[in-house]
């Protein structure tokens, strides 16, 4: 009887501690924040190389992905990568060699037949001439009038999720040039007039450089967000508790019962309808 209990003691303290360790996992989850980090520099308004990465659980996890000459992507479980993968560089694509007219010729006979044959009418079943006619979900919110008390929740809650992100750091470089002294100017001074401002905050960092000789676009970039997932939860549960949302889940059930009954007639129906045509 002592070994009975002792193994339903042992039994049961592994279930505690799991569904503890479940718990601390998911409280983890929601309160450590996610990191999104993104680098990259482009030339002539093409991007040449660049980096991004997204991290959880104060860097335990993280993704990281590159372009360029560090071309791949690893994943990261404390601090050590577990799978990682770097792809060549792509190669330059061959010159294309000359076709002789016989050769074009006797390749642009079989594509002219295979557009043909795709170009001819298929007939359509019977599946294809009798459209299902659902009730869209839209119609029957507008029906019962639940459109409009979502529009105030809907605003409060995307100006809530607008303001979770965090801006940890956010620095670039833009180099421009026009080739005309003057219009480079304007174009400058056009470009400070948005960076100067933002420069005030202490986590940004912009800087215009202007080209009087040479027309060119070069940018150098850096950002660093993070965002708690617990906020964005408080924000959903803000928006159900806000809306009409036990009212737009009947509103759907209903929806999906009329698009039913629409699209599906009873074997009445479909008796009457035999019946009017005999």
Known sequence: MEWVLLVLWVLLG???????????????????????????????????EGEIGLSALWGAVAVRGAKGARRGWQVRLLGRPVRRRRKPPAPEAPAAEPVSEAAAATEEAP?????????????????????????????????RGLVSPWIGPAARALRELLAAPRCERLRGTLCVGTGDPAATGMLCGALWSVAGPLSAFPAVALQVQPDFLDPRADAEGEVALSLRPGSVLLVALRLVRRGPAWRTIKAYRAAKRRGASVSQPTKDATQERVSDRD
């Open 14 to 48: 592994t279930v505690l501690a799991v569904i503890g360790l479940a718990v601390a996992l998911l409280l983890a989850l929601l309160v450590a924040p996610l990191r999104f980090q993104a680098a990259g520099v482009v030339q002539g308004l093409r991007p040449q």
């Open 111 to 143: 594509a002219a037949e295979e557009s043909a044959a795709e170009a001819a009418p298929e007939e359509p079943t019977k599946e294809a001439k009798r459209p299902k006619r659902d009730v869209p979900f839209a119609q029957e919110l507008w029906r």
